[in-house]
T-cell receptor, first 116, second 110 residues
Framework: DTEVTQTPKHLVMGMTNKKSLKCEQH?????MYWYKQKAKKPPELMFV???????INESVPSRFSPECPNSSLLNLHLHALQPEDSALYLC???????????????FGPGTRLTVL | GQQVMQIPQYQHVQEGEDFTTYCNSS?????IQWYKQRPGGHPVFLIQ???SGEVKKQKRLTFQFGEAKKNSSLHITATQTTDVGTYFC??????????WGAGTKLIIKP
């Protein structure tokens, strides 16, 4: 199984809503990532979890809150988002620790988020 | 800061023509990876190049990594409609940061 799954596929939310994005992988990977991708741009790294611990936070606003309940699951909790946060949110995983590793990252299909 | 420049931004080709995208880094990369993203899709890993001067082939796709490990290219021979999408290079620098190119969008002319 070389698949990373993400739910929901699409999400529309208001600026006062609280929602969560979910990501799951069953490849035994120990590093998981959240990326944000705007149209016509490359993915932009937000967070890296290595062995279920947050290892990198790329200065992401606190309205985005990641959580790694176990080695297979990664959540992104959203609260008080702004319209400019509308984007494709991608989850990825890689075999080894995200820190000091150059392993291939496998991406999920993403959640297309629209903030009204 | 460290950058990976990727050109061209877009390339329009007739089906059957060749396509090439180039990446150039301001610093030496430990390795470089190539991804393809179909319209409405997500990045899909194609290949990783590690060695200086490395050339790898996947059917009609040829990937090269420069001798100085600062540049790379992807060449597609005889493009097909299934090749449509945006091709990204992403290089790992010496600080284990993955630096993405801006992508090259391959468009097949009708």
């Amino acid at each position: 199984d070389t698949e990373v799954t993400q739910t929901p596929k699409h999400l529309v939310m208001g600026m006062t809503n609280k929602k969560s994005l979910k990501c799951e992988q069953h490849m035994g990977h120990r590093a998981m990532y959240w990326y944000k991708q705007k149209a016509k741009k490359p993915p932009e790294l937000m967070f890296v979890y290595s062995y279920e611990k947050l290892s990198i936070n790329e200065s992401v606003p606190s309205r985005f809150s990641p959580e790694c309940p176990n080695s297979s699951l990664l959540n992104l909790h959203l609260h008080a988002l702004q319209p400019e946060d509308s984007a494709l949110y991608l989850c990825a995983s890689s075999q080894e620790s995200g820190y000091r590793s150059t392993d291939t990252q496998y991406f999920g299909p993403g959640t297309r988020l629209t903030v009204l | 800061g460290q950058q990976v420049m990727q050109i061209p931004q877009y390339q329009h080709v007739q089906e059957g023509e060749d396509f090439t995208t180039y990446c150039n880094s301001s610093t030496t990369l430990s390795n470089i990876q190539w991804y393809k993203q179909r319209p409405g899709g997500h990045p899909v890993f194609l290949i990783q190049l590690v060695k200086s001067g490395e050339v790898k082939k996947q059917k009609r796709l040829t990937f090269q990594f420069g001798e100085a490990k600062k540049n790379s290219s992807l060449h597609i021979t005889a493009t097909q409609t299934t090749d449509v999408g945006t091709y990204f290079c992403a290089g790992w620098d010496s600080n284990y940061q993955l630096i993405w190119g801006a992508g090259t969008k391959l468009i097949i002319k009708p």
